[in-house]
């Protein structure tokens, strides 16, 4: 019953069990998911880069048509007839500016240093700063100051005008939040600054070439349409015929003058300590180090013979019962061995294993199918008989 059982089962293997195909398409299933996420991400990629059509994500982007950008008051201006230029570099915002232009600059990040913000003083006919930094109001406004930021409980409601500014009283009032600053003129006062000194989200110089907004958020598409933001933005930015619109990035940081020497910043008993320890581990090594002297040869210590190898990887199928294991090896073996001695690939079937070993042995292809195929050896006796069996063909093979 046994016998009949391995009969049924018994797999047709050859070499490591598999064709070619069958590895390969194995390997495909393996690799298919990772495969798949490749494509996956180099379609994002691609999408990304080519779908992006001149737009950038930046805050207040002229060319940003999310809800963070300002891409609606852009076209707005243009349609009334302003030229508006955004600026990729400080020197292209200085090549595009003249005595007839409005210089929008926002620099959140502060990546301008005041050298730079320097040369973007008296450039432009009205300079219009976007919630300036303390540097940037220094270098190019002096007469305008920081007056902190405008608490959170008024950022939902809006900021009356309170002056007689033009702009400022054509808008009425702005949603309020963001920065609060002094200066000659002020507008937008928050609540919190009554009974101190007077502040407002916009403060400008006497002459109004110079104007801070404190709130950016009120050029933002989504922000526009509120309150009076979009009256005080067009007549803000719409005043002159040009408009340059100048966000720094990360390449307009200004190179480091001189590069520090690291070693400079040490103590001055650093060198003499770091030179006393070289020395100490040097002698340590001569002092402990292991002299190394001509190669001697030994003999190993155990030589095992491959005869030895094979007898304990058999005792070892026998101990544990494993006669279908050791005759599915020994099977495996014999044919992948006559497969190369009738010159045929490796991945050949059993089936043309037999008819190739028939062809040149004087035995009948159902003897030799039983042999290589069919038989299971069902005891030890047997499975050294059968053993026998395939070491007598291979020599008949050889023989020929």
Not at 96 to 106: K, Q, W
Request: glycine residues 8%; proline residues 7%.
């Amino acid at each position: 019953m046994i016998e009949q059982e391995t009969h049924d089962v018994a797999p047709e293997v050859l070499g490591d069990g598999g064709s070619a195909a069958r590895t390969a398409g194995t390997r495909f299933r393996r690799l298919a998911p990772w495969l798949a996420l490749g494509l996956l991400l180099v379609l994002v990629v691609v999408l990304g880069f080519f779908g992006r059509s001149g737009q950038d994500g930046a805050a207040l982007s002229p060319v940003n048509p999310a809800p963070s950008g300002a891409m609606a008051l852009a076209e707005v201006l243009a349609d009334r007839g302003v030229e508006v230029v955004q600026a990729e570099s400080l020197q292209a915002a200085e090549d595009a500016l003249s005595n007839e232009a409005t210089l929008l600059l926002h620099d959140p990040d502060s990546w301008l240093s005041a050298d730079q913000l320097g040369q973007l003083s008296g450039v432009a006919d009205r300079l219009v700063l976007i919630e300036p930094t303390t540097i940037m109001l220094s270098e190019l406004a002096p007469t305008i100051r920081q007056a902190g930021l405008i608490p959170a409980a008024e950022a939902d409601g809006a900021l009356p005008a309170a002056c007689q500014v033009t702009d400022a009283t054509a808008a009425a009032a702005i949603t309020a939040g963001g920065f609060a600053y002094r200066g000659d003129l002020i507008c937008f006062p928050p609540a919190s600054a009554q009974g101190g000194p007077p502040s407002g989200s916009y403060a400008a110089t006497a002459g109004q070439d110079i104007v801070a907004l404190g709130n950016g958020a009120i050029l933002s598409n989504e922000s526009i349409d509120r309150e009076g933001n979009a009256a005080l933005a067009l007549r803000t930015l719409g005043n002159n015929p040009v408009l340059v619109w100048y966000q720094p990035t990360p390449a307009d940081l200004a190179p480091a003058d001189a590069l520090v020497d690291p070693l400079n910043l040490l103590p001055e008993w650093v060198n003499p300590v770091m030179l006393w320890l070289l020395a100490t581990g040097l002698l340590a090594v001569l002092w402990r180090g292991r002299r190394l002297g001509p190669l001697v040869t030994e003999p190993l210590p155990v030589v095992v013979r491959a005869a030895e190898t094979a007898e304990g990887r058999a005792r070892l199928y026998q101990d544990s019962s494993s006669l279908d294991r050791a005759a599915a090896n020994l099977r495996a073996a014999t044919l992948l061995r006559l497969a190369s001695r009738l010159r045929l690939p490796a991945t050949s079937s059993v089936a043309e294993v037999v008819d190739a070993a028939a062809r040149h042995s004087g035995r009948t292809p159902a003897d030799l199918d039983r042999l290589l195929r069919t038989d299971a050896p069902a005891s030890n006796a047997h499975l050294v008989r059968w053993s026998q069996d395939l070491d007598s063909l291979e020599k008949e093979i050889d023989a020929r």
